[in-house]
């Protein structure tokens, strides 16, 4: 079985499993779990991010980023302490930053790892939409303090855009300290600052 073969396989168990649960009312649109696709695995990675893009309006820049990766792990904590479902769905990127900036500049746009921008997105925003859930399940409307945060070096996408991920957060829940991974990966394109997805370990 080939690495593609191995990831549409992965996609369509994970669609049969998000079309099992139930919808999180409090969970916005965009980190909702997908409803499973027709892919046509035959047709090139160009013309699949050509009818993906199909409707998308192009963008150039991340908005409502940060500029720097520490004010976006504070942001993200405030908005969790506050249960502000609104500023996180913000923070991550949007269906249009994946589609222009991030995933051409992503190993799967290229051999031998293609996978075409459709999958690649359903994938992720399965694994943020659960990850979106547990952190606010976990932590939602505590008080929460930041103190430091880490994060790897990825080498999954090329310049202009630069990725970390296994970040791991020290922060205060109330009058303790612990050490989580809250988030995936973190991407900077243009000095901005956003979450490629919210999948985490909780």
């Known amino acids: 079985m080939t690495r593609r073969d ?38 090139p990675i160009e013309e699949h991010l050509r009818r993906f893009r199909d409707g998308l309006p192009q963008v150039t820049g991340l908005a409502n980023g940060t500029a720097s990766d520490t004010a976006l792990v504070q942001a993200f ?21 994946f589609a222009w900036l991030y995933y051409p500049a992503h190993i799967y746009a290229r051999p031998p790892y293609e996978l075409d921008p459709l999958t690649s997105w359903t994938l992720q925003q399965g694994n943020s939409s659960k990850g979106f859930s547990r952190v606010l399940r ?32 020290g ?4 009058d303790y300290e612990t050490v989580k991974r809250l ?20």
């Open 6 to 43: 191995a990831m549409l396989s992965a996609f369509l168990l994970l669609a049969a499993c998000a079309g099992a649960e139930r919808r999180d009312p409090a969970r916005p649109d965009s980190l909702a779990a997908p409803k499973a696709l027709i892919i046509d695995s035959i047709l």
């Open 77 to 97: 904590l405030a908005a969790v302490s506050a249960r502000d479902s609104v500023t996180l769905s913000r923070l991550v990127l949007s269906r249009a930053e």
């Open 138 to 169: 976990e932590y939602g409307g505590q008080r929460l303090g930041y103190v430091t945060h880490g994060c790897k070096p990825a080498a999954t996408v090329e310049p202009p855009a630069r990725e970390w991920n296994q970040c791991e957060v």
């Open 171 to 174: 922060l205060k829940v109330g």
């Open 183 to 202: 988030f995936g990966s973190i991407v900077e394109i243009g000095g901005q600052y956003k979450f490629v997805s919210y999948a985490n370990d909780l």
